[in-house]
């Protein structure tokens, strides 16, 4: 297994919905970091999605793409990449919804361990638009681990 590393996720998220209410999201958490074959993998626990439950959740940062994978509370899988619209499948206790994902802008920023990730996406559920998404990541290396360089 290659190196881990602890770090900080802080996930900044807005949702406009068709009727143009905003809502936000806030989540910080620990996790663990490494890289694998100029891959970066960041695995957290999730506690923003249900309440009192946590999701297994990995970021998989590649130099022009974002993958999202959820495992617990709810099982999601969602790719963010400007050359093509993924579908995936978004399931909870109650039900599974087929999610759209365009793309619109995808700014990665990232060192050897921190590095920031934003992405703004268009989400259609079961094939009807449904909002317009921004995703601001945060990675950092967690205090104890600052002395490593990015």
């Given amino acids: 297994m290659a190196d881990m590393h602890r770090v900080i996720v802080r996930v900044t998220g807005s949702q406009r919905g068709l009727d143009g209410e905003d809502d936000t999201i806030n989540m910080l958490a620990e996790g663990r970091h490494y890289s694998r074959n100029g891959i970066h993998y960041v695995l957290y626990d999730d506690r923003s999605l249900t309440k009192g439950q946590k999701t297994a959740t990995v970021l998989k940062i590649g130099a022009d793409t974002l993958t999202l994978v959820r495992q617990g509370a709810v099982t999601h899988r969602m790719e963010f990449d400007m050359a093509r619209e993924s579908r995936s499948h978004y399931r909870t206790p109650f039900g599974s919804l087929e999610l759209g994902c365009q793309t619109r802008r995808l700014d990665i920023d990232y060192g050897t361990v921190s590095g920031t ?24 290396t967690a205090p104890e681990d600052r002395h490593r360089l990015n």
Avoid: K
């Fill in 117 to 140: 990730v934003d992405v703004d996406y268009a989400l259609a559920v079961n094939g009807r638009p449904q909002s317009e998404n921004t995703l601001h990541i945060e990675i950092a």
